[in-house]
Nanobody, 123 residues
Framework: DVQLVESGGGSVQAGGSLTLSCAVS????????MGWLRQAPSTERAGVAA???????RYADSVKDRFTITLDSAQNTLYLQMWALKPEDTAIYFC??????????????????WGQGTQVTVS
């Protein structure tokens, strides 16, 4: 089975930065597209950024120009670099994979495999 493990979450002050990582195993990147989603308390999980194996990316309007998604196929790792963090970015962040038939994968129903999530708190 595909396994995704996030790391890199934590607590930062507004204006700070964090980089999340997602280590992927048992996975063929050419068969899927990858994304980051987040879930704040009392809200649904929502897409933040997505990337395909050719490097094409898509971002939610709320994070455009502040977040960058990258994929290191050699290291089987997905990243989310976050700058200029705001309190409203506070959420649990999940990495997930979606089939190549979906672009961009932003709705949680489009994803097949999920990581366990990592907490990001901005104060």
């Amino acid at each position: 089975d595909v396994q995704l493990v996030e790391s890199g979450g934590g607590s930062v002050q507004a204006g700070g930065s964090l980089t999340l990582s997602c280590a992927v195993s048992n996975y063929n990147f050419r068969r899927y597209r990858m994304g980051w989603l987040r879930q704040a308390p009392s809200t649904e999980r929502a897409g933040v950024a997505a990337i395909d194996n050719e490097g094409r990316t898509r971002y939610a309007d709320s994070v455009k120009d502040r977040f960058t998604i990258t994929l290191d196929s050699a290291q089987n790792t997905l990243y989310l670099q976050m700058w200029a963090l705001k309190p409203e970015d506070t959420a649990i962040y999940f990495c997930a994979s979606a089939p190549t038939s979906v672009w961009p994968p932003f709705d949680q129903s489009q994803f097949l495999y999920w990581g366990q999530g990592t907490q990001v708190t901005v104060s």
